[in-house]
């Protein structure tokens, strides 16, 4: 399954009332370390079962990264039960990833 695209009109029922972990994947398309972040992200789109993992476009949702303070991209956003649990800024490896969702 692809990476499932947030923007501000699905973000409460995907995001805030979802009972699974949500990964939120900080990206715009002008950005370098964002392109090379999105085959790993796409892969464990596909891979986990147990979390959701959401990609958000902050030149068309600017008010979504406003929101979670995002000034740098890739960031990478976990919210479990409406909360913010973990953040990292940048690319990360796979295994650092999975470890953000447990």
Do not use: R
Not at 60 to 71: H, R
Not at 77 to 87: A, F, N, P, S
């Amino acid at each position: 399954m692809a990476a499932l695209h947030i923007t501000s009109e699905n973000f409460d029922n995907e995001v805030m009332k979802s009972d699974k972990p949500v990964l939120l994947d900080f990206w715009a398309t002008w950005c370098g370390p964002c392109q090379m972040l999105l085959p790993i992200i796409e892969e464990l789109a596909g891979e986990v079962t147990d979390a959701k993992i959401c990609k958000v476009n902050v030149d068309e949702q600017p008010e979504l990264a406003e929101k979670y303070g995002v000034m740098s991209i890739p960031t990478l956003v976990v919210v479990k039960d409406g909360k913010t649990v973990k953040t990292s800024i940048g690319v990360q490896p796979k295994d650092k990833i999975l470890e953000m969702l447990k």
